[in-house]
């Protein structure tokens, strides 16, 4: 893309209410648009980013099992009301709406009952069993506090998974596989390193869940990372370790601030029992499906690479969800050495299917190195009439901001 058809600009300051670092970063760098508190739309960079996770996580979700589907933001009282989540006073987050015929309606802010009731025209039997369908797709909370940028938001997507098995043997198999794919995920996202497996309460069925919570001081949560194996605890179920590692028993956690990017869930009979999802077993008899959750937020993950990985100068994108792989930048001269010789570079790489952002613009270099660093492409590759002289290209890493001077013959191979 070249940036001259880039309609979003790089600012000096972000609205003066706020006070999240990735918030104020991705306005600055033109990836968000923040239209009131707790509420942002994606511009086109901040989308090609959430997409790129979005594509990690199908591709995780997938590969153990996962059938993407979608379903709807308006939801049906009736459903709510029998599982017992309708009330207010039960969940206090609901957005509820109304038909022009004094109808209500929800609007999302999680899937299991409407999933559940669906599944009941699809499971009949053993052989139906287990199913694992999941989807990336809106959820709308009345969030009181919005002071986290886009890790905590009115307007969000989810990646929700739901398992539905036999029996709480087959449920632990799939949970230890998804345990393994979110690991894989905050790894690709750039965050394995300060991502913990978190040991947290586990509601009615299971004494205990877990999610992935993610070191920053941007968090709002408190957890206690061990600081042999990394696993955690968080606040609510510290004291039933005794203040010791759940895996190593090691004694020595660490209090760290961080937020939650995923949580997986067991559900047990919950929503199959109060809504009657049963099948058949193989010996004839009727029996409730066992159910679990998996969540992921992928915008609050986008937020917390923000929080974790970006510098004084602004964002720094892992490549792997980078919004593009180079920002190829020219530093203009008066024969416009450098602009003809980036033009065909740039058709090049687009030829070779190369992710590309293609800074044409008329400006000094000082204000392109800055608007790169701030919008944290992971590679920049810089032509000047320097490099043509030489034949080269100097290729700098957003992230060790270390410049390596690459003939072009062997940057074109290489990429
Ligand atoms: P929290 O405890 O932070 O409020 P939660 O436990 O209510 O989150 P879940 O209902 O389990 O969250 O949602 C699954 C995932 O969705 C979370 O792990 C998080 O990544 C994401 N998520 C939840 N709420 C929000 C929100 N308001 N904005 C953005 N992402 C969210
Ligand atoms: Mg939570």
Same mark, same amino acid.
Do not use: V
């Given at each position: 893309m070249r940036q001259s058809q880039l309609f979003t600009k790089t600012r !000096? %300051? +972000? *609205? !003066?209410d706020e006070v999240s670092k990735n918030a104020i970063l991705l306005i600055r760098a033109g990836f968000i648009n923040k239209e009131m508190a707790g509420v942002y739309s994606f511009l086109p960079l901040g989308l090609r980013v959430l997409n790129k996770i979005n594509a990690i996580v199908r591709d995780e979700m997938n590969a153990i099992g996962g059938v993407e589907f979608f379903l709807t933001s308006l939801q049906d009282k009736a459903v709510w009301e029998k599982s017992g989540r309708w009330d207010d006073k039960v969940v206090d987050n609901w957005f509820k709406t109304k038909l022009k015929n004094g109808t209500d309606l929800g609007l999302a802010f999680t899937h299991e009952e409407p999933l559940t009731q669906l599944m009941k025209e699809h499971i009949?039997?053993?052989? $139906?069993?287990?199913r694992y369908p999941y989807q990336i797709q809106t959820k709308f909370r009345n969030e +009181?506090? +919005? !002071?986290s940028g886009i890790m905590r938001t009115r307007e969000f997507l989810m990646k929700d998974l739901y398992s539905f098995s036999e029996n709480e043997k087959e449920h632990e198999v799939f949970y230890g596989k998804a345990k393994d794919a979110y690991k894989k995920i905050f790894e690709r996202a750039g965050v394995g390193e300060s991502t913990h497996l978190t040991y947290a309460s586990g509601g009615t069925f299971s004494k205990f869940s877990h999610e992935f919570q993610t070191v920053t001081l941007a968090g709002e949560d408190d957890i206690y990372v061990c600081g042999k194996c990394g696993v955690a605890v968080n606040e609510e179920v510290v004291a039933d370790f005794n203040s010791? /590692? *759940? %895996? /190593?028993?090691?004694? #020595?956690l660490k209090k760290e601030k961080a937020v939650e990017v995923g949580n997986i869930f067991p559900l047990g009979y919950k929503y199959s029992e109060t809504l009657g999802l049963s099948f058949i077993d193989a010996e004839g008899e009727k029996k409730s499906v066992f159910m679990g959750s998996y969540g992921i937020g992928p915008a609050r993950l986008m937020g917390a690479v923000v929080e974790v990985l970006s510098d004084d100068k602004g964002l720094v994108w892992p490549s792997a969800i980078s919004p593009f792989a180079h920002h190829l930048i020219p530093i203009f001269d008066k024969e416009e050495k450098a602009l003809n010789y980036a033009d065909k570079l740039y058709e090049n790489l687009l030829d070779k299917g190369v992710e590309v952002l293609y800074d $044409?613009? #008329?400006?000094r270099a000082g204000e392109k190195f800055g608007d790169a660093d701030l919008m944290g492409i992971a590679s920049q590759i810089v032509v000047s009439e320097k490099t043509i002289a030489e034949d080269s290209v100097e290729v700098k #890493?957003?992230?060790?901001?270390k410049v390596e001077k690459i003939k072009l013959k062997e940057f074109l191979s290489q990429v």
């Open positions: !000096k %300051e +972000a *609205p !003066k009949r039997s053993w052989r $139906d069993l287990p +009181a506090r +919005a !002071k010791s /590692c *759940p %895996e /190593c028993k090691n004694k #020595d $044409d613009r #008329d400006m #890493d957003r992230k060790t901001g």
